[in-house]
């Protein structure tokens, strides 16, 4: 994703894109000291809105996860929604499209602590499409980085700072030819992927691992177990995974807002199954698609339809 389009909203107020700038000295830039989220909107042709996927659900998380490194947020849940649907507004993307909210600690200084530490928030978003290709099945290997843990820096909290574990994770992969990572925990346990939650299929069964092993707590993870239960009457075990577990599972597939549902066809470059993308992913992964771009009555409370101005026809 980058931008040089549209709007930021940046210390209180709407400003173009470019005007959305920090100092060189601001704490979070040098000690990682920032909470942020990501969320998609999908763009509906046919029903000319922008359909905004657990927009509540994201700002819920956010609010907690600031809580957690001590940065106060000067709105609640409902006015960062409202901001957002504001800053959408404005910048009239009439496609697919990526919020970015981040608060952080915005004090010029050199020196960690944070007591004392003032808070920014900034939101913004871009046109964005897939972050991995959700059709061919990715080929993914096992990192030789470990996750980092809840008592280092807490992974569920989706803090800057962890964000170079993740670099790390997936530039490791990139550059020996993978799509992807898996990540697992210091002892030794499947996490997630490098910014995906991770399920596999055993038995006919959705297996994804705990909220204990260091994985952020997904919105998509969540929302994927909720369709698999309800259109597809599989349940899912959160519990912890074995690393061999990968080797011999039916299907695996990786989730989040920016993956969305992406199958995996192979692991360290074993198969996965018989190497095709497999049913439960293929499945699921249509059900979600439909269900993001306001195709499924049912899941109607998971989105925010947004209207979007048509931009003004300029006569010659
Ligand atoms: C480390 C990590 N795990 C999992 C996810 C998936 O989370 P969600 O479904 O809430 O986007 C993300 C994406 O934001 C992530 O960065």
Not at 8 to 19: I, L, R, S, T
Not at 76 to 90: H, P
Not at 141 to 155: E, G, K, L, Q
Not at 274 to 282: C, E, L, M, Q, T
Request: with cysteine.
């Amino acid at each position: 994703m980058s931008s040089t389009r549209g709007y930021a909203y940046f210390q209180g107020d709407f400003v173009p894109f470019e005007d959305a700038n920090v100092s060189v000295m601001t704490h979070a830039l040098s000690y990682g000291t920032g909470v942020f989220e990501g969320i998609r909107g999908y763009w509906n042709p046919s029903h000319e809105k922008l359909y905004v996927v657990k927009l509540r659900e994201h700002f819920l998380r956010f609010i907690q996860n600031t809580r957690m490194m001590s940065i106060v947020v000067p709105h609640s849940v409902e006015e960062l929604c409202n901001i957002t649907l504001e800053l959408l507004r404005l910048d009239g993307f009439r496609e697919d499209t990526y919020i970015r909210p981040l608060a952080y600690k915005s004090s010029l200084q050199i020196g960690v602590s944070m007591e004392g530490v003032s808070d920014g928030l900034t939101i913004f978003a871009a046109p964005f499409g897939n972050y991995v290709d959700i059709d061919r099945g990715l080929a993914v290997c096992v990192s030789s980085w470990r996750r980092t843990s809840d008592n280092a820096i807490p992974p569920r909290a989706k803090v800057t700072g962890n964000y170079a574990n993740t670099a790390l994770i997936k530039n490791e992969a990139v550059v020996n030819g993978y799509d992807e990572a898996i990540v697992l925990t210091e002892q030794g346990y499947v996490a997630e992927g490098s910014a995906e939650n991770l399920f596999l299929v055993r038995d006919g069964q959705l297996v994804t691992p705990s909220v204990a092993d260091n994985i952020l707590e997904g919105i998509t993870r969540r929302a994927v177990s909720e369709l698999a239960e309800r259109e597809l009457g599989i349940p899912t075990v959160s519990r912890t995974v074995a690393r061999s577990e990968l080797y011999v599972a039916e299907e695996i597939f990786l989730t989040g807002t920016g993956a969305q549902i992406a199958p995996v066809t192979s692991v360290d470059r074993r198969t996965v199954g018989n190497g095709d993308v497999g049913p439960i992913a293929s499945r699921l992964q249509q059900l979600y698609l439909d269900v993001v771009r306001g195709k499924h009555p049912d899941y109607a409370d998971w989105l925010t339809p947004l209207e979007l101005a048509r931009p003004a026809v300029v006569n010659a």
